[in-house]
């Protein structure tokens, strides 16, 4: 499976991106998918999550409330809505995609991830 993000630019605080994550090659609707951001100098964390069937969202604390993922299996995409942007929401973006059983409770740790997207980078100014 291949992944590719999209969407990612330059906005203001307050604002709003939406992140795209289309795959290719694959099952895709197999698939449990996550989203993860990585700031400079900072570990790659994770922000949402989705199941497979569309049918299960997580979401880190932080962003709780501001961004909904959601997925079109039909289409290969899962996307990120991204309200209320914040500087501190500036990082490069991920997506990945992960084929465990277990992945729910595992959906924060990067080694369950069987393929990444190569990034976008958001930045909110202030």
């Known amino acids: 499976v291949q992944l590719q993000a999209s969407g990612g630019g330059l906005v203001q605080a307050g604002g709003s991106l939406r992140l795209s994550c289309a795959a290719s090659g694959g099952t895709f609707s197999r698939y449990n998918v996550g989203w993860f951001r990585q700031a400079p100098g900072k570990e790659r964390d994770f922000v949402a999550g989705?199941?497979?069937?569309?049918?299960?969202?997580y979401y880190a604390d932080s962003v709780k409330g501001r961004f909904t993922i959601s997925r079109d299996n039909a289409k290969n995409t899962v996307d990120l809505q991204m309200s209320s942007l914040k500087p501190e929401d500036t990082a490069v973006y991920f997506c990945a995609a992960a084929s465990s059983r277990s992945w729910g409770p595992l959906r924060t740790d990067r080694t369950v991830y069987d393929y990444w997207g190569q990034g976008t980078l958001v930045t909110v100014s202030s």
């Open positions: 989705i199941n497979w069937f569309g049918s299960t969202t």
